[in-house]
């Protein structure tokens, strides 16, 4: 075995349907989660898990969480960081809405004033009031930190950003918006709400949902426009290659979690295109 720190150590008994599934149970204390059977992923780390069991009752299991540290160099670590703050969920549908709003083919009756309000609002119910909800549940006990690291903690930011994002596709569907916003309102609602499900088996990355949603809404828009989109969407493709890349670099995620919250994006962006 490779000489790797240990980072800590559980011992528990199995349930009666045996070890193998015990394994794949996750195992949540001072920000260790175990995801898969034979893998441990920790903030900034990859990890490998050694277990040792009672062959002939299996009384009990103990399994050692092995830590290597992160190989990447401190320039790509802080670069991958300072992607994932720049490109934070709070702020993807924010970027998007300042792109249609100050794209005169989606809104050209509006004047300066009206889409200053309109940016506002989108600013308003997709920045600050998750970012105030998430503040306020780690200022009250509800969750362990503002970065989220478990799924656990994950939860009550995910019901309440529901409830914003429900809320803004309501009234944009009811106030004769352009469908493009309409359908990407209902896109942000619906990924969140599957991430919130997707949640309880894995931590998939917020991130990489948000990123799926913005470079299909892009596409879509390429695809249903006569308006030249070859720009945009080259930078929206490289943007969520990049986030992504900056996740796996900066954080807990398995590629698996990466490519789940793209798949994630994407289909809650297709399900809305053919709603609206």
Known sequence: MNDFPIADTYCSSPPRRGVSNFLKGNFERGGLRNFYEN????????????????????????IMI????????????????????????????????????????FFPAFTGSDKLIMLLRFLVMYSIFPLVTVLLAKALGFIDTVFLKTSKDRIIPYV???????????????QDMPD?????SLAIFLASSIGLIANSFYKISMHAISVGVMATFVLLLGFSTYMNFGPYISIALFIAGLVCTARLIHSDHSTKEIYMGLAVGAFSQLVAYWVV
């Open 39 to 62: 893998s441990v992923f920790v903030t900034g780390s990859v990890s490998s898990l050694q277990f040792t069991t009672d062959n002939s009752r299996f009384s009990y299991v103990c």
């Open 160 to 174: 309440a950003c529901g409830i914003y994002y429900f809320w803004m596709w309501y009234v944009l569907r009811n």
């Open 180 to 184: 493009e916003v309409v359908m990407l």
């Open 66 to 105: 092995i830590v290597k540290e992160n190989d990447y160099h401190p320039a790509l670590r802080f670069a991958a960081a300072f992607i994932s703050y720049v490109f934070h969920p709070l702020f993807i549908p924010v970027y998007i809405s300042w792109f249609l709003i100050y794209h005169n083919s």
